[in-house]
């Protein structure tokens, strides 16, 4: 829930903002798996290490840059649909990565804790709730929140804005280059979590 009021609070000197895919939960190989039934339904080609770059990044963005880098005419936002709903009958395959709900865990008691994603704010909920954390946060900025996507800081910003604290005292934990870039420009201390776990990757053999 958002604070009536959003000064920053003086007194607060620590506040946490954690990423959801990839950081919190291990939903990046649900998330590629179904990219390849879409990719292989309009014909683009989206190799694995490219995914990976592109994490943080909103569906309907990475399908308009794909369709703009290939010369493809689908609408991206149809493609964006589609894929959401895809996940969304899969999320049940997406575990929890217990390095980092650890961290998150600590957090929470020494001070205030967000979620801040470039999910839609319908699978970031129904993610937080299938790992068992949608409780844990009583602050949520998807990628409908802001104008603006990672690597701009306007989602954190606004995650610091509804816990009414200083960007200065809030720690991101991050697993991607754009998130972390954002972290910096919003004026925050990144955490990057990807040495924390080994990083499952979707094979040829085991992407059905």
Request: proline fraction near 7%; glycine fraction near 6%; aromatic fraction near 6%.
């Amino acid at each position: 829930m958002e604070p009536t009021k959003n000064r920053p609070q003086p007194d607060v000197t620590t506040a946490a903002i954690f990423d959801l895919d990839g950081t919190l939960a291990d939903t990046m190989p649900v998330h590629y798996r179904v990219w390849i039934d879409i990719a292989a339904r309009y014909g683009i080609d989206f190799p694995e290490d490219t995914f990976y770059s592109m994490g943080g990044i909103p569906t309907a963005k990475i399908a308009a840059r794909l369709a703009a880098e290939q010369g493809l005419t689908f609408d991206p936002v149809a493609v964006a649909r589609e894929k959401e709903q895809l996940v969304l009958q899969r999320v049940g395959e997406v575990l929890a990565i217990p390095a980092v709900v650890e961290i998150a865990r600590r957090c929470r008691v020494a001070g205030p804790i967000a979620v801040a994603s470039g999910g839609s704010r319908t699978m970031v909920e129904r993610t937080l709730r299938q790992i068992g954390l949608y409780d844990w946060f009583p602050v949520i900025v998807t990628a409908e929140d802001t104008a603006h996507h990672k690597p701009d800081p306007d989602v954190f910003l606004e995650a610091a804005r509804r816990m009414s604290v200083h960007p200065s005292v809030c720690t991101v934990y991050e697993d991607t280059d754009i998130g972390l870039e954002a972290a910096r420009r919003a004026g925050m201390r990144g955490v990057d979590v990807r040495p924390l776990y080994a990083q499952r990757r979707v094979t040829p053999l085991d992407a059905a």
